[in-house]
């Protein structure tokens, strides 16, 4: 009896996929859009704790916390910036809706 070969599978298929299974490869970065916001220096904490997936950049300032966010849309941080009440203010969007 002779031994059949092991079959050797790319690492990203198995037999369970369907014929025309690929994985892509990561999309490129299409956020355009910059919002700068700074929150007051008693928030400053709580921003560090609760990032935004959006944030790039942060800077210490004497009026508190400077955060960058890079985005696609304005609609994509709204409710996290609501979130934050009073103790934030927008000082730059690229779109200017804000």
């Known amino acids: 009896m002779t031994e059949e070969p092991e079959r050797q599978c790319p690492p990203s298929s198995s037999d369970d996929d369907p014929p025309d299974f690929r994985i892509m ?3 490129t970065d299409d956020r355009k859009g910059t919002v700068r ?3 007051d220096p008693e928030t400053i904490r709580w921003a560090r704790e609760s ?4 944030q790039i950049a942060e800077e ?3 009026d508190g916390l400077l ?3 890079k985005l696609r849309h304005d609609e994509e941080i709204v409710s996290w910036l609501l ?3 009073s103790h934030v203010r927008v000082l730059e969007s690229a779109s200017g809706h804000f």
């Open 67 to 69: 955060v960058t966010l």
């Open 37 to 39: 916001v700074l929150f």
């Open 51 to 54: 990032r935004s997936f959006f």
């Open 83 to 85: 979130s934050w009440g």
């Open 25 to 27: 490869p990561p999309r």
């Open 60 to 62: 210490n300032r004497r």
